[in-house]
């Protein structure tokens, strides 16, 4: 139990790094993509607090999944990041107040058996 705790541990720091790069990116607007890029961005990351967490949390995350990594089987932790789109489509749909359509939710659905049949495998 205290692994799959880890794990969501991990999951949950990602998606909240996802949902303040979002909110960070909607800030900013949408950027072109060209050579210049990469360097745009990193002057953004710096001057903007949104992405600055995000990545942070993101960052954290990666650190919690390396315990995981050193505790459990890769084919068992790895599936569970599923939990992720779990948990991205309901905090895109609350709080940034995205339309999700019913076949998103059907797919939600599907993916929360998996997910609770991986658990008990």
Same mark, same amino acid.
């Given at each position: +139990?205290k692994?799959?705790?880890?794990?969501?541990?991990?999951?949950?720091l990602?998606?909240?790094g996802?949902?303040?790069?979002?909110?960070? +990116?909607?800030?900013?607007?949408q950027?072109?993509?060209n050579i210049?890029t990469p360097?745009?961005?990193?002057?953004?990351?710096?001057?903007?607090f949104?992405?600055?967490?995000g990545f942070?949390?993101?960052?954290?995350?990666?650190?919690?999944?390396?315990?995981?990594?050193?505790r459990?089987?890769?084919?068992?932790a790895?599936?569970?990041?599923? +939990?992720?789109?779990i948990?991205?489509?309901?905090?895109?749909?609350?709080?940034?107040g995205?339309c999700?359509?019913? +076949?998103?939710?059907?797919?939600v659905?599907?993916?929360c058996?998996?997910?609770?049949?991986l658990?008990?495998?």
């Open positions: +139990m692994n799959i705790l880890l794990i969501f541990f991990s999951v949950t990602a998606v909240s996802q949902v303040f790069l979002k909110k960070g +990116m909607m800030d900013i607007g950027i072109p993509f210049m360097i745009f961005l990193v002057g953004k990351v710096f001057s903007n949104k992405l600055f967490l942070t949390l993101f960052g954290l995350s990666s650190v919690v999944w390396l315990v995981v990594l050193s459990v089987e890769l084919s068992f790895y599936p569970m990041v599923s +939990m992720g789109y948990l991205t489509l309901l905090i895109s749909w609350k709080f940034l995205e999700i359509s019913p +076949m998103r939710w059907i797919a659905c599907v993916i058996a998996g997910v609770a049949m658990a008990k495998s």
